[in-house]
């Protein structure tokens, strides 16, 4: 399979030896400073994208891509606002676009057992759920992909919540805000990704975690399915390889 790495930051440099180790070929290596080489690769020379960018480039590169008839699988968080765009682009393109906040395995496990206990709490109104989410100090967008996700689950599950909103420095307000979803974003050192969830009531607390100790659960993740993904047209997400 021939990959092309749209985005060589520290994802993409995860993602390229777990590829190669598979036996794939990297085609080549787009970042911010060679953007325009994106338009004048071979389309032949491309089976899969596999996109780490940025929330302000991703929108763009993933029209190039499903543009040329490539393939995407995409990692890029906080521009989920163009979401409804993408997947009707890739529709009238009949292409295949495969989006995951996370791409680990144990995060998407993370995210059914965190609806499962969503379910629990449905009938106890006493307890009030918050997150804290810690990333590395490069990340740009806060709250995380995933912490949205996981508020998601909650909210699907959860009928006396009305949304989410990040934590402030006003942390009384929030407190007496029962009908919303409190998330706490942290951003320290080289934190590859943690995520808590939290039910508290006045008497005691129940807590659930996820705690990566390195990118290379996502990397591995992102190429498994790039190559799931080879051979299918449509949008995808994590729940759809999971349960293949």
Known sequence: MNILLLGYGKMGKAIEPIAVERGHQITARIDAHNRADLTTIDAASVDVVIEFSSPESAVENIKTCLERGWPVVCGTTGWLSHRTEIEQLCQEKQGAFFYASNYSIGVNLFFRL?????????????????????????????PSGTAITLAEGLLENLPNLNGWMEKTADKQALITSTDAIEIES?????????????FDS????????HVAHSRQGFALGAVVAAE?????????????LLDA
Do not use: C
Not at 186 to 198: A, K, Q
Not at 202 to 209: F, L, N, Q, S
């Open 114 to 142: 965190n609806k499962a206990l969503a379910k629990f709490m449905r009938n106890y109104p006493s307890y009030h759920a918050s997150m804290t989410e810690i990333h590395h100090t490069e990340k740009k967008d806060a």
């Open 228 to 240: 799931w993904l080879q051979g299918r047209v449509g949008v995808f997400s994590m729940d759809d």
């Open 202 to 209: 006045d008497v005691d607390r129940i807590e659930i975690a």
């Open 186 to 198: 942290l951003r320290e050192g080289t934190v590859p990704g943690t995520h808590i969830i939290r």
